[in-house]
């Protein structure tokens, strides 16, 4: 099976979060020379594969089987994968079906390594991720087994294929504050305590305001106020509370309590709320760790491109990884029209990309 026939196999599962309508039968039977552990929890299916082939170090390539819906607008079946001028359209052809099918190929065709090479994948990391990749992280550290690199296949690359990696994420904060007030009649405000008012008063100084300076990995920490609602949808009554929604794609120099006090200090005079929830945590593995040099390395001599380090973007489950000190890092394809219609990407990319990978896992 050629590493394009492996690709098209897995685009044909039609595994929307969190089902993997087979795809995982087919992955172990295709990488049938490793050793497979299952950890299924709450309809969430999780492959961990791996093969020992010496002492030395472990070296794990993570990815998700799972895809969202199709939606509408597509120009050929979603599931169906179509090849118009090498480049082929389906759902999972960015994210991520592209990444799996290029680290598995090098898997299937490692014969020698210093060390253990493993796989996991999981069937939720684009639903709630909470039976996912965790779990599987959970299941290695009880084992004493947990792999010292990670390389998460998700599309990094932004104009050219090779021209970025990620070597870390921003974190993620939601917020939501609640200001009250006193509800009373628009024709006597000095009656009532209208907290839109209350809130006009600091909005400026809080509303896309940098929260640091961010440094040679991070950009700075924004905060980005995303909802304000407040009334009854009449002109004559002042509304007694307001709801303002925000959120903070955080570095490591902003924590929650930052965010905590940078509110106090512009709330101070005023009746509030806020609930604060972390549903990430920043991470960077750094330029000179052995998995982001060699990585490197693969890149140019496959592209003739350095990559840029890069840590823009949503969150992964390499923030998982991370969180169990693996030294984790995420490339791929071009990343251009994941989630959209007509998703695509073109094949020479899977071609190259496991050839990165390949070389990666030599040069261990």
């Not at 079946?77 to 090849?83: A, G």
């Not at 870390?168 to 006193?182: A, E, W």
């Not at 940098?210 to 002042?238: C, H, Q, W």
């Not at 071609?351 to 990165?356: G, K, M, P, T």
Request: proline share 4%; net charge neutral; with cysteine.
């Amino acid at each position: 099976m050629t590493i394009n026939e492996l690709f098209i196999n897995l685009l044909q599962f039609k595994s929307i979060t969190p089902n993997d309508d087979g795809a995982m039968k087919f992955i172990k039977e295709y990488l049938n020379e490793y050793e497979v552990v299952e950890i299924n929890k709450n309809g969430v299916k999780n492959l961990f594969l791996y093969k020992k082939f010496s002492e030395g170090e472990h070296l794990c390539f993570a990815g998700h089987i799972d895809v969202v819906p199709a939606g509408d607008g597509w120009e050929s079946d979603p599931f169906t994968p179509t090849i118009k001028d090498d480049t082929i359209y389906a759902r999972g052809t960015q994210d991520m079906k592209s990444g799996v099918a290029a680290f598995l190929y090098a898997l299937k065709h490692t014969k020698n390594f210093n060390g253990t090479l493993s796989t996991i994948i999981t069937s939720d990391e684009e639903g709630d991720a909470k039976f996912g990749t965790i779990e599987v992280l959970k299941y290695l550290k009880e084992k004493n087994f947990l792999p010292d690199y990670a390389v998460v296949a998700e599309p990094t690359c932004e104009k050219e294929f090779g021209d970025a990696i990620k070597i870390g994420r921003r974190g993620s904060i939601n917020g939501v504050l609640k200001v009250f007030g006193k509800q009373g009649h628009a024709a006597y405000p000095e009656k009532s305590i209208n907290p839109i008012h209350q809130i006009a008063k600091v909005l400026d100084k809080i509303a896309g305001i940098n929260l640091d300076n961010g440094d040679e990995y991070f950009a700075p920490s924004k905060f980005v106020i995303t909802d304000i609602r407040a009334g009854m949808e009449v002109t004559n009554v002042t509304p007694g509370e307001l709801k303002m929604m925000f959120n903070v794609r955080n570095n490591t120099h902003t924590s929650k309590e930052d965010i905590k006090n940078f509110i106090s200090k512009y709330f101070k005079d005023i009746k509030y709320t806020l609930d604060l929830n972390q549903s990430a945590k920043p991470f960077v593995t750094k330029p000179d760790s052995k998995i982001v040099r060699l990585l490197d390395e693969s890149i140019k001599e496959e592209t003739n491109i350095k990559p840029k380090h890069s840590t823009a973007g949503g969150t992964s489950d390499a923030r998982f990884l991370a969180k169990f000190g693996i030294k984790a890092i995420e490339f791929g394809v071009i990343n251009d029209s994941i989630h959209a219609p007509n998703e695509n990407t073109k094949l020479k990319y899977i071609v190259q990309l496991s050839n990165i990978f390949q070389n990666t896992i030599n040069k261990f």
